[in-house]
């Protein structure tokens, strides 16, 4: 008798110490690896500044455009950000490498800064892009030099757009939403690729839109 209440109270004891074991080995594996947050597309005004941003994400991979540019010419602000987004966290360096761009993502807004150099931070809060909202790539290679432009278009219809490439200026870039098309300098219309969480990837790879590679 006295050996089966030893060997009660040891089962005992051990299931005591194995469960909070067992516990902390699910909570481990339901938080490790997983680095992925709230994917969306974002669209906003900067504080204090006549730059737009435009933030889409999958949740892991994140691409993001602040810009001033004006089709009459005037351009200050031009930057462009790909990398991950940690958790709900981005804190990434411009295309550029002048730029740095910290954010906050949740299903609500896309909320945070842009740094630039020499000014203070263009602070931000994005609320999901709808409709034609959102930001506009088109990237191509004519006569063997690559065009490259780029608009961000408000929910309420105001845009901004420029083209980094061959020369950075936003004269004459022009986005027509009611056609789907684009004026680029030296080439003419064109059609730009609307930017989601399902191409996200290809923004920033190759061609835009398009599914090859030209370059």
Not at 20 to 36: T, V
Not at 150 to 159: F, K, M, R, S
Request: charged share 10%; aromatic share 8%.
């Amino acid at each position: 008798m006295r050996s089966i209440m030893v060997s009660s109270a040891r089962r005992r004891m051990a299931a005591a110490i194995a469960l909070p074991i067992f516990s902390l080995i699910l909570a481990s594996c339901g938080s490790g690896g997983d680095s992925s947050g709230t994917p969306g597309s974002f669209v906003g005004r900067a504080a204090n500044s006549t730059a737009f941003i435009s933030i889409v994400t999958n949740g892991t991979d994140l691409r993001a455009y602040m810009c001033d540019g004006t089709p009459d010419g005037h351009l200050t602000i031009a930057e462009w950000f790909k990398g991950k987004q940690s958790g709900d966290t981005v804190d990434l360096e411009s295309l550029s490498g002048i730029a740095h761009l910290n954010a906050h993502i949740t299903s609500s807004a896309a909320t945070g800064s842009v740094t630039l150099p020499g000014a203070p931070d263009l602070t931000f809060s994005a609320p999901p892009a709808q409709g034609a909202g959102g930001y506009y790539l088109y990237k191509y290679i004519h006569g063997g030099v690559l065009r490259w432009a780029g608009w961000i278009v408000l929910n309420t219809g105001e845009q901004v757009g420029s083209m980094p490439t061959p020369v950075r200026t936003s004269l004459g870039v022009t986005l027509d939403l009611s056609s789907g098309t684009a004026q680029i300098p030296e080439v003419g219309t064109v059609t730009p690729g609307h930017a989601l969480t399902t191409n996200v990837i290809r923004q920033f790879q190759g061609c835009f839109p398009g599914t090859g590679s030209c370059f």
